[in-house]
């Protein structure tokens, strides 16, 4: 039965919320094209949560142990992959700072066609046919793959994670012997929020509107009031040095797709738009009613924001229980 | 220190996008197009670099067709020493790009080979590294902070809620982020002096590939949202709706 091989990923030994995704996406070309899914899983030791992989579609768990594979091994992951992928019909990567890292890597080695940073992957006529934002998100891409193994990686809050109960039998494989020339020797955490703007399911983005950089602190309040947001911001304050370069939203930042978005004090920008558009709500708040945000806004606020965020803030937490 | 970097010229960033007819590509009348703007990183990085060793040699590379020489005499004007042009199409398969590239600077004796970490148009994070892989050299992708000494390169990248740091020896490709550095306007100076910089134009073969592209289209329109208020008095039903019709609180 050909397989499809999902890579999946985790931190400090726990399994991260879009390997579940990745599993999900594995397993609907798995059924369209009647193949199981091994679901891998690269690390130095015991992964909590890797018993979800089954739950989520996994017919198997590869666990790959090695005492490198703590940390992101470049050169050690993309060996194990390509090794355990190379008669695979496709290969499921997150899009992620690590997938996207991997998946190319990875496809070098096997001479295999790449689809990157994909929103929705079908099957048609047995190949695998990804879409995938370009140009920022200005436009959107359909490539199909002509040859196995296909290679895709999928970006994160695109594709749900859903329930697909198979064996999830765990399974041990050697690592097979690789020279690691690049090494991760440590991670710093960020100096903001811990949540990444491309992976937060929800967005609270300011631009110039904010008027100084102190002023973020107002969303720094809305987004831990929402709990389980990330701060992200526009490029004219990413370019003045208001905030880090890792938190901008849009054609040269990030592209994003939390289920709430909510943008403060943006007018609009087209290559911001292109990278929240995707976004499931949009919600504005801009003193210009005229301002182009408007447009792509599913709710807006028209005024003041120094006292609009505030309240809203206020009223979140209330609604949250808080 | 020889360093190469590896250039693509895209539209504009603040450009809006057309579908040409057939439906595959864009339609590029009348669109300005730039350098990519991670590639500027990666030539800014370049010659700085060569500054700080103080002697060496920077060379950029485009493939595409005639009109990537504009994009290489910006480079040249910003202080690179000289450019090839790799005359022929790009390919949907980055892979195919990855190895008409790593053609031609195999055997160039490179340092370090400087990419974008990604192309601001086909999105695809793809080339550098692949490069690396058919050159067999260490790779780190996505850098916004590097170090070189005694022979290996010391960089950060940015992951999900940090910053990885990240070594290798040389000679290494790198792709480089936003934070890297800020990328230098040309001077006119350098703008005189990038005329009478070399050129070269060779031919580069890139086949079709492994993947073919079915479809472009504009991405749907959002449905047309409404104002729900003025100032903060507006938030508390901004608020139900949040929660009641989008469902996100």
């Not at chain 1, 992989?53 to 703590?70: I, N, R, S, W």
């Not at chain 2, 199409?89 to 980055?94: M, N």
Request: glycine share 10%.
């Amino acid at each position: 039965m050909p397989t499809i091989l999902a890579v999946t990923e985790q931190r400090d030994g726990a399994l991260r919320k879009v390997s579940l995704e990745v599993v999900s996406a594995a397993r609907t070309l798995a059924d369209a094209l009647g193949a199981e899914v091994h679901a891998l899983v690269l690390a130095s030791g015991a992964v909590s949560g890797a018993e979800q992989l089954g739950a989520h579609g996994a017919d198997k768990v590869l666990a790959v142990t090695h005492a490198d594979f703590a940390r992101y091994s470049p050169d050690g992951f993309a060996a194990t992959v390509a090794e355990q992928g190379k008669g695979a019909a496709a290969i499921v990567f997150a899009a992620t700072a690590t997938g996207r890292d991997l998946a190319p890597r990875v496809a070098a080695k096997l001479g295999a066609g790449l689809a990157t940073d994909a929103t929705e992957l079908a099957v048609d006529g047995g190949k695998i046919v990804a879409t995938r934002p370009v140009y920022g998100g200005k436009a959107l891409q359909k490539v199909r793959l002509e040859a196995a193994p296909a290679i895709v990686s999928i970006r994160p809050n695109t594709v749900p994670a859903t329930a697909s109960a198979k064996a999830g039998v765990m399974e041990p494989v050697a690592a097979p012997a690789f020279t690691a020339r690049v090494t991760v020797t440590g991670i710093k955490a960020a100096a903001s929020a811990a949540l990444d703007v491309a992976e937060a399911p929800v967005v609270v983005s300011g631009g110039r509107g904010l008027r100084e950089p102190e002023q973020f602190k107002l969303l720094e309040d809305l987004a831990a009031a929402f709990g389980n947001a990330a701060v992200g911001a526009s490029r004219a304050v990413v370019d003045a040095g208001w905030r880090e370069h890792g938190a901008q939203v849009g054609q040269t930042g990030k592209t994003v797709s939390p289920n709430l978005y909510v943008a403060v004090g943006i007018s609009g920008a087209i290559q911001h738009l292109a990278g929240m558009r995707t976004a499931r709500t949009i919600v504005a708040i801009n003193r210009d009613k005229d301002a182009p945000i408007f447009k792509v806004a599913d709710y807006g606020v028209v005024g003041d924001l120094f006292e609009i965020l505030p309240r809203l803030t206020a009223e979140v937490k209330t609604a949250r229980g808080d | 220190m020889k360093i190469a970097v590896c250039l693509k010229r895209v539209p504009d960033t603040t450009a809006k996008i057309a579908i040409a007819a057939g439906g595959a590509g864009i339609d590029e009348a009348g669109l300005k197009f730039v350098p990519n703007p991670y590639d500027e990183f990666a030539l800014e990085e370049a010659l700085k670099l060569k500054e700080a060793a103080g002697a060496g040699e920077t060379v950029v590379y485009s493939l595409g067709g005639d009109a990537v020489q504009e994009t290489l005499r910006t480079a040249l004007a910003m202080g690179m020493d000289r450019a090839v042009h790799l005359q022929g199409t790009g390919s949907a398969d980055p892979l195919e790009v990855a190895r008409a590239l790593a053609a031609e600077l195999a055997g160039g004796g490179y340092d370090l080979i400087l990419f974008g970490k990604l192309a601001v148009d086909d999105y695809n994070h793809a080339v550098g590294p692949m490069v690396a892989e058919i050159l067999g050299l260490p790779c780190i992708t996505a850098i916004s902070a590097l170090t070189i000494a005694g022979g290996t390169a010391s960089a950060e990248r940015e992951v999900e809620g940090g910053l990885e740091q990240v070594t290798c020896p040389l000679p290494a490709v790198l792709t480089c982020d936003k934070g890297l550095n800020s990328p230098r306007l040309p001077s006119l100076k350098g703008i005189m002096a990038a005329k009478k910089k070399p050129l070269d134009v060779k031919p580069a073969a890139v086949t079709a590939g492994r993947v073919s592209v079915v479809g472009l289209t504009l991405p749907p329109e959002r449905k047309a949202g409404r104002i729900v208020g003025e100032g903060a008095d507006a938030v508390p039903e901004l608020v139900r709706l949040l929660r009641d019709e989008a469902k996100v609180l």
